[in-house]
């Protein structure tokens, strides 16, 4: 968790280099420092230094100078060497204060750009690029069109396409292993829309306005339900006999919609025989007509 006012503290970080006469240091991981920040050196002579980080170069570069304030880091700090277990560390401390003219003069890019900076960075202060590219994960199923992977260089073989449309992927492990990936067939997936209207229902009478049900050897995938009427009315969405949705309308508002997709899922899952059905009823003293329609994708 980030503290408003303070740097956390940072753990005893192994110098992988000696330290230089003129402040430079050379660690695994810089993550951590910062400018302005006070760090402990230590060695295994027992030797102890208090310094100041003045410029965090890179993820292994710091330079370190004696003082608090100012840039100069031209200080000897030869004398923590990796042969004597150097490391360098910082307690929690309050963050440096950067006078408001620093702050504007460290987010203002000037000429060619003249704007104020905004853009994302990481933990070192590098901006993403083609080099430096921002860490994505994904935990999921994707679904894309075709795709053309090309390799830097002609003899590149990372992917082979056979003339079968079959693909040779290389995997390398104790030994290169090829992996033959077959193009399957396409799916054969239609959108279906079932439609009807109901006329003249009475009060307190339950009634169906449309089904569909999912022909063999087909799976289908339920994406949405519309329904509409004259009267204000309950609609409810049923699959065998379930009631798994219901909507009412008002005056004002004589259509309604049923949604069943979602960021992870586009609808509901439906096998051969299921049965999709809308009833509506009405409480209002007149006859009214109804209509809805079944949206769903039919999958072979």
Same mark, same amino acid.
């Given at each position: 968790?980030?503290?408003?006012?303070?740097?956390?503290?940072?753990?005893?970080?192994?110098?992988?280099?000696?330290?230089?006469?003129?402040?430079?240091?050379?660690?695994?991981?810089?993550?951590?420092?910062?400018?302005?920040?006070?760090?402990?050196?230590?060695?295994?002579?027992?030797?102890?230094?208090?310094?100041?980080?003045?410029?965090?170069?890179?993820?292994?570069?710091?330079?370190?100078?004696?003082?608090?304030?100012?840039?100069?880091?031209?200080?000897?700090?030869?004398?923590?060497?990796?042969?004597?277990?150097?490391?360098?560390?910082?307690?929690?401390?309050?963050?440096?204060?950067?006078?408001?003219?620093?702050?504007?003069?460290?987010?203002?890019?000037?000429?060619?750009?003249?704007?104020?900076?905004?853009?994302?960075?990481?933990?070192?202060?590098?901006?993403?690029?083609?080099?430096?590219?921002?860490?994505?994960?994904?935990?999921?199923?994707?679904?894309?069109?075709?795709?053309?992977?090309?390799?830097? +260089?002609?003899?590149? *073989?990372?992917?082979? =396409? @056979?003339?079968?449309?079959?693909? &040779?992927?290389?995997?390398? /492990? !104790?030994?290169?292993?090829?992996?033959?990936?077959?193009? +399957?067939?396409?799916? *054969?997936?239609?959108? =279906? @829309?079932?439609?009807?209207?109901? &006329?003249?229902?009475?009060? /307190? !009478?339950?009634?169906?306005?449309?089904?569909?049900?999912?022909?063999?050897?087909?799976?289908?995938?339920?994406?949405r339900v519309?329904v509409a009427?004259?009267?204000?009315?309950?609609?409810?969405?049923?699959?065998?006999?379930?009631?798994?949705?219901?909507?009412?309308?008002?005056?004002?508002?004589?259509?309604?919609?049923?949604?069943?997709?979602?960021?992870?899922?586009?609808?509901?899952?439906?096998?051969?025989g299921d049965?999709?059905?809308?009833?509506?009823?009405?409480?209002?003293?007149?006859?009214?007509?109804?209509?809805?329609?079944?949206?769903?994708?039919?999958?072979?």
């Open positions: 968790m980030a503290n408003e006012r303070q740097w956390d503290a940072v753990p005893p970080v192994l110098l992988t280099a000696n330290g230089t006469t003129e402040g430079v240091l050379q660690v695994a991981d810089t993550i951590g420092f910062y400018f302005g920040q006070q760090a402990l050196l230590q060695n295994d002579t027992p030797s102890q230094l208090t310094v100041y980080i003045k410029r965090v170069v890179s993820s292994t570069i710091l330079w370190v100078g004696a003082a608090k304030s100012g840039l100069d880091h031209n200080l000897d700090v030869s004398a923590f060497t990796t042969t004597t277990n150097s490391t360098i560390s910082a307690a929690m401390q309050n963050k440096s204060t950067v006078p408001m003219e620093g702050r504007l003069l460290g987010t203002y890019e000037t000429d060619p750009v003249n704007a104020w900076r905004v853009k994302s960075v990481d933990p070192y202060g590098n901006p993403y690029t083609e080099t430096n590219p921002l860490p994505v994960a994904i935990d999921g199923t994707i679904s894309i069109s075709n795709v053309h992977i090309l390799g830097p +260089s002609p003899s590149d *073989n990372e992917l082979n =396409v @056979n003339a079968d449309g079959s693909i &040779n992927v290389d995997i390398v /492990n !104790s030994s290169p292993i090829d992996v033959n990936v077959v193009n +399957s067939a396409p799916s *054969n997936k239609s959108v =279906v @829309n079932t439609y009807n209207e109901v &006329n003249s229902v009475a009060m /307190n !009478s339950l009634t169906t306005i449309v089904t569909y049900t999912v022909p063999p050897s087909f799976t289908a995938i339920l994406e519309s009427g004259e009267n204000i009315a309950v609609f409810q969405v049923l699959i065998n006999g379930t009631v798994i949705d219901t909507r009412r309308t008002f005056f004002g508002n004589l259509n309604e919609y049923f949604e069943f997709d979602s960021p992870d899922a586009f609808g509901t899952s439906l096998n051969t049965v999709v059905k809308v009833t509506v009823i009405h409480y209002r003293p007149f006859l009214a007509s109804f209509e809805s329609r079944i949206q769903v994708t039919q999958v072979a």
